[in-house]
């Protein structure tokens, strides 16, 4: 005798139980397909799955069109996903906790989850205390700003998007109702960062970790910043103080290299040196200048007696992502399509991201056991022939 289970009819509790076994947020949405009762007895927000591997977002085809490529590695399969708020006259500006940060041809500052499609906004642009004033009426010059040594200068709408803000890090996703989360800006024209809360109207200077502008991530309850030479700042503006509390971690000047990258691991703190070497192309009689990275070296922050970064030279299982996104560790063995003790990259060289530049855009992999750089098979030069305004980031998909 054989016994039918009806297993829509699963008690609320055991399916919730079943749904937080699964670590894959693709699974997690099948998982609360099946039924009405399964979804009902289910989180539409999940918070329990951990980063899910990075989506490769890719540039505007075309103006006209709201739709927007992703590429799921794991998959290897691209989803369109209609995302209007991400037109050609925003400007992006980072990647953190599944968000996208965008400022727009005015002051206003907004994150949008692309999955969900919650929008926040952060202060404006007009809110940062060296913006003395901002006025629509004064066309080509809207924004009056004041530098530290007192020196008045203005600029327009588009120099203020295009410019002033390198990228933006949250300390948690924006969706937790629960937590307040903190932004952190890295301030392009200055070298500054600034910091919001939840609900703020403005934007604080840190003032104190001027310099301290190459990356941003936030490890262990504080925001890590990293300078040209690999010292960093450490800005904990969390604590509830009404001025937040810096702190340095004086390292041995790290000399070479052309970027750094800040990559929280567990306990451990990864700094990421990329290095880039200049090239030409002449075609069709036109000179192309572009600059292509050729290695990366990797080292962790060891805090004994004798500061110092010391020499990774094997990842082992994990697979890191940099560029202009807040940098991830992604164990590689959790996911198809990722390969362990490789670095994926994209290219975030702010003065190549805008329209009028020739040349292809520089991500591919590296391949820390043999220094090898392959081309990502998403992204080759037959799809996309030419920079994109903007170039191609990663997004880890998140439904929180």
Known sequence: MTTTVDWSELQPELIESIAHKLKIHKDYIGFRSVCSNWRKSTSKTPKHLPCQLPWLMFPQQNQQSHLRLFFSLSEDKIYRISLPE???????????????????ETPAVFVINPLTRVKHHLPPLCSFSNVVNFSFYDVGREYTLKTVDGDVYTCSLKEMRDSFIKKVVFSSSPSDED????????????????????????????????????????HKGCFYAASKYGTIAVCDVCGGKDSPNVSFIHTPLQVGGDMQYLVSLGDELLLVTRYLELG???????????????????????????????????????????????????????????????????????EWNYDGANGDHDLGVYDLEDGSVAALPCYTRKFYNGRRWPPPIWITPSLH
């Open 86 to 104: 991400a037109s050609f006259f925003r400007r992006r500006c980072g990647s953190s906790h599944g968000w996208l940060v965008y400022l727009e």
């Open 179 to 218: 937590l307040d989360y903190y932004a952190l800006a890295v301030v392009n024209q200055t070298g500054d960062l600034a910091y919001c809360k939840k609900g703020d109207s403005v934007w604080k200077f840190i003032d104190d970790a001027q310099a301290y502008c190459e990356d941003v991530v936030f």
């Open 280 to 350: 030409f192309d002449v075609e069709q009689h036109q000179l192309d200048i572009f600059y292509k990275t050729t290695e990366f070296r990797v080292f962790k922050l060891v805090l004994n007696d004798d500061v110092m970064w010391e020499s990774v030279l094997e990842l082992d299982d994990w697979a890191l992502f940099v560029g202009e996104n807040s940098s991830v560790a992604i164990r590689a063995s959790d996911f198809e399509g990722c390969k362990g003790n490789q670095i994926y990259f994209t290219d975030d060289y702010s």
